[in-house]
Structures are given as C-alpha cells and as structure tokens.
C-alpha cells in the first residue's frame, strides 16, 4: 500500500491535523447550511440573499476540498463523512422551515463570525508547526472575512 508521508514530526502533525480537521468541518457545514438558507429564504431580499448564499456555498466547498487535500499531503486522513461532520460542527442549524431574509442576514453574520474566531485560532497554532498549512487557512479566513462583511453590511 503506499505511504503518504509529509514533512512534518509527528507532534506537529497531529497539531496541524486537528487544525486541518476542524476548519473542515466548519466549511462542510458552511456550505451545507449556506444551501439550506438559499432554498428557504423569503422576503423583499430574497434575490440577493439566494445569490449571495451560493456564492458563500461555493467559497466553502472550495475551501474544504484545498484544506481536506493539505491534510493528505501531511499524511492525514480527512474525514468529510456526513456522520462526522454532524457530530463535532459548532456551527447554528436553522430550523427546517422559511427564513426571514433578515433573519438569515442575522444567522449568517453570527455564525460566520464563529467560523472566523475557530479560524484564527487554527492561524494561531499552526504558525510554528507547519507556516505552509497557516498560509492556507490565512487565505481561508481572508474569504469568510469578506462573506462576513457582506452579510453584516445588509443589517
Ligand atoms: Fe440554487
């Protein structure tokens, strides 16, 4: 069987790993949750949200998949599996009903200024391990910020 192994000690890598799992929860979930919100919005703001709200899915689902392939090239496996995702996502599921266009500006602001702060703190811990992976989550939180800034601007 081949051996994936990266570059890193193995203290770095499980450091790295987590940082790396974590944000791929919280983009998965993004994006899961960002779809949901564009299917149930109503309201005078509808269009806009529902674009806006594709927009902010394909940003997660891009995101994911370049930091589900950094963990494999540091030799750790992803895991994107429904189940899993389910269980450790900190992220506010909106019931499964209609969405107040105003509402959804609301849950998007708060939940993507979580998103952010679990961002930084994975910038934070993977400065010394592994500055490669902290490169890539910086350009990650550099998005979430400007999607963040774009929903508070609606408020
Ligand atoms: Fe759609």
Avoid: C, Y
């Avoid at 790295?16 to 703001?45: C, M, R």
């Avoid at 594709?54 to 496996?77: K, W, Y």
């Amino acid at each position: 069987m081949a051996q994936i192994t990266g570059p890193l000690s193995d203290d770095a890598k499980k450091v790295v790993g987590e940082a790396l799992q974590g944000a791929l929860v919280d983009l998965i979930d993004l994006s899961l949750v960002a779809k949901q919100a564009h299917w149930n919005v109503v309201g005078p703001h509808f269009r806009p949200l529902h674009l806006q709200l594709d927009e902010l899915v394909d940003i997660a689902r891009e995101h994911a998949d370049t930091v589900a392939e950094r963990a494999v090239a540091l030799g750790v496996n992803p895991d994107g599996r429904a189940a899993s995702v389910a269980s450790a996502s900190k992220l506010t599921q909106p019931d499964r009903a209609w969405i107040e266009d105003g509402k959804v500006v609301a849950l998007f602001t708060d939940l993507l200024e979580g998103v952010i702060a679990r961002m930084r703190e994975r910038i934070a811990v993977t400065d010394e391990p592994d500055p490669v992976t902290q490169d890539l989550l910086i350009a990650v939180a550099q998005d979430v910020e400007k999607q963040h800034w774009m929903f508070q601007a609606q408020r």
